[in-house]
């Protein structure tokens, strides 16, 4: 395991600094980069009344693809389990009943 580096990562006009793993750096960098681009589009496009509102339709707009996964994989799960039952329940119908085999 490798030792932690120090960055300085500027985002919405603040330094944050922090300690992590060197491989790590590029996905900081990058993710700090695109919320200042997601920052500025806002800035731009909307109405906003300070850096707050900004940086908290960022975090809505960043956040929302990771919990529409979620409810996603919930749907999908909740469906998946419904499935099963019926499948259960044909399976134990079929087991209750007497076959006769044709030779």
């Given at each position: ?8 990562l500027k ?8 300690k992590i793993?060197?491989?790590q750096?590029e ?17 731009q496009?909307?109405p906003?009344k300070?850096?707050q509102?900004s940086?908290?339709m960022?975090?809505i707009s960043?956040?929302m ?6 409810l996603?994989e ?5 469906e998946n ?5 019926n499948i259960?329940q044909?399976l134990?119908?079929?087991s ?7 030779e």
């Amino acid at each position: 395991m490798s030792e932690k580096l120090r960055i300085s990562l500027k985002i919405a006009d603040r330094v944050y600094p922090l300690k992590i793993f060197p491989e790590q750096e590029e996905a900081y960098r990058k993710a700090a980069q695109r919320i200042n681009e997601q920052i500025r589009f806002f800035e731009q496009n909307f109405p906003v009344k300070d850096r707050q509102d900004s940086l908290a339709m960022c975090a809505i707009s960043l956040a929302m693809p990771l919990s529409h996964e979620g409810l996603t994989e919930e749907y999908q799960t909740e469906e998946n389990i419904e499935k099963l039952k019926n499948i259960y329940q044909t399976l134990t119908e079929l087991s209750n009943k007497d076959y006769c085999l044709q030779e």
